[in-house]
């Protein structure tokens, strides 16, 4: 909890400088984080729309005046390069890159909110016993995990389709490899580590949850490799003494 109320606020504040330099140098992925089809001034900051990539707009907006413009340049009239500044086949997936964004920025704030909570119910010395509030961290365990895989998906999707920007397309960049052999490789990868996390892993870490550590190691990996009935529990034969 310390953590993230120290680190979530400096997460936006060092996203809030990559936003700006996104802008500056890929503004067309801009374009497509605030879904803005035409090059305005004071653009609104969409929260919920519906892009259609063939008819060139969007569905059902929802928005807050003037507050794109605000975050992306730090003024009310700032300007933002639209999609139509581009030929279609210069411009990413827009309906991708806009909510990969919002599910990132979304459950980024969720997780400060979290941490701000838990600091007062620490001040208030019920961190440890409020039942809500720990099952609501259990269930957003996975939330920091998905803010990378969508920020990532919003910045790959977003410079789309450009692998080094106006200079390199991602069709002139591809390596001429046969497609059972990425499969192959594929498969492979999946397979091993899937027997290392998903077998291994999960059945050692189980074990530990389940059964704590024991003082006698021997007995610890015994219990876990051959499922031994004494699982967790004590020796209690004693050795017979020389005679």
């Known amino acids: 909890m310390w953590g993230l109320l120290i680190l979530a606020p400096l997460q936006i504040l060092v996203g809030d400088e990559v936003g700006i330099g996104v ?26 729309a519906l892009p259609d990539q063939k008819a060139e707009k969007n569905y059902l907006e929802v928005g807050i005046p003037k507050l ?24 990413p997936n827009v309906a991708v890159v806009f909510w990969s964004f919002r599910i990132m920025v979304g459950l980024g704030l ?10 007062i119910l620490r001040y208030k010395n019920r ?48 390596s001429p490899v ?28 189980f074990h530990i949850i389940k059964y704590g550590p024991t003082e006698d190691t021997k007995q610890t990996d015994q219990a876990f490799f051959y499922m031994s009935p004494t699982i967790g529990k004590k020796e209690t034969q004693q050795t017979p003494k020389n005679t």
């Open 127 to 174: 961190l440890y016993d409020t039942s809500w509030f720990l099952k609501s961290c259990l269930i957003a365990s996975p939330m920091g995990f998905i803010c990378i895989i969508t920020g990532w998906f919003t910045a790959e999707f977003g410079r789309q389709p450009w692998v080094v920007y106006h200079y390199l397309r991602t069709h002139d960049a591809q």
């Open 68 to 91: 794109a413009a605000l975050i992306n340049t730090h003024h009310l009239e700032g300007v933002l390069t639209g999609l139509k500044s581009v030929v279609p086949a210069d411009r």
């Open 23 to 48: 802008l500056d140098y890929q503004p067309i992925k801009t374009a497509a984080i605030e879904g803005i089809w035409n090059t305005q001034k004071g653009a609104p900051l969409l929260l919920f």
């Open 110 to 119: 969720l997780i400060l909110l979290l941490a701000f909570i838990g600091s």
């Open 178 to 205: 046969l497609l059972h052999n990425l499969f192959i490789s594929l498969l492979s990868i999946i397979l091993v580590y899937g027997v290392i996390f998903g077998y291994f892993y999960f059945r050692y870490f």
